[in-house]
C-alpha cells in the first residue's frame, strides 16, 4: 500500500500563499489518483482537489476554484497544492489521499468524496491569519 506524506502548512496571513506537498512512496499500478482534502473542527472532511493520472485530469471545488492549483512532477512522486490567496476560511488541517488501480474506478470515482479513496497520509496544518 503507498504511504503518503503531506507537508508544508504553516501560519500566513490572509491574501498570502502556501505550497504543500504529498509524497507518495510508490504506486504500484499506472492508474491512480491523488485527492487533497482538508477538515476543521467539528466539520466534516472537504474534498478540494484531484488529479487522476488516467487521464491526467484535474477537479477543483468551488470553493478553492481560482486560487489554488494541484500538479505534479516529472516522476509523479509528489503533487503539489499550490494556494494562493489564502483566506481565514482555509484554516484547516490538509491531507492527501489516494487511490489506484483500476481506471473505470478512477474515471467514474466521486473525485471529491473522502470514501472514494483508501490511502490516506498524516494532515499538515494550515491557518490563515486575518
Known amino acids: 500500500e503507498v504511504q503518503l506524506q503531506a507537508s508544508g502548512g504553516g501560519l500566513v496571513q490572509a491574501g498570502g500563499s502556501l505550497r504543500l506537498s504529498c509524497t507518495a512512496s510508490?504506486?504500484?499500478?499506472?492508474?491512480?489518483?491523488i485527492g487533497w482534502f482538508r477538515q476543521s473542527p467539528g466539520k466534516e472532511p472537504e474534498g478540494i482537489a484531484r488529479?487522476?493520472?488516467?487521464?491526467?485530469?484535474?477537479v477543483y471545488a468551488d470553493s478553492v476554484k481560482g486560487r489554488f492549483t494541484i500538479s505534479t512532477d516529472n516522476f509523479k512522486t509528489t503533487v503539489y497544492l499550490q494556494m494562493n490567496s489564502l483566506k481565514p476560511e482555509d484554516t484547516a488541517v490538509y491531507f492527501c489521499?489516494?487511490?489506484?488501480?483500476?481506471?473505470?474506478?478512477?474515471?467514474?470515482?466521486?473525485?471529491?468524496?473522502?470514501?472514494?479513496?483508501?490511502?490516506w497520509g498524516p494532515g499538515t496544518q494550515v491557518t490563515v491569519s486575518s
Open positions: 489521499a489516494s487511490v489506484e488501480g483500476d481506471p473505470e474506478y478512477i474515471r467514474t470515482m466521486n473525485p471529491l468524496r473522502s470514501h472514494d479513496y483508501n490511502s
Open positions: 510508490a504506486f504500484t499500478f499506472d492508474d491512480y489518483a
Open positions: 488529479f487522476a493520472s488516467t487521464d491526467s485530469s484535474i
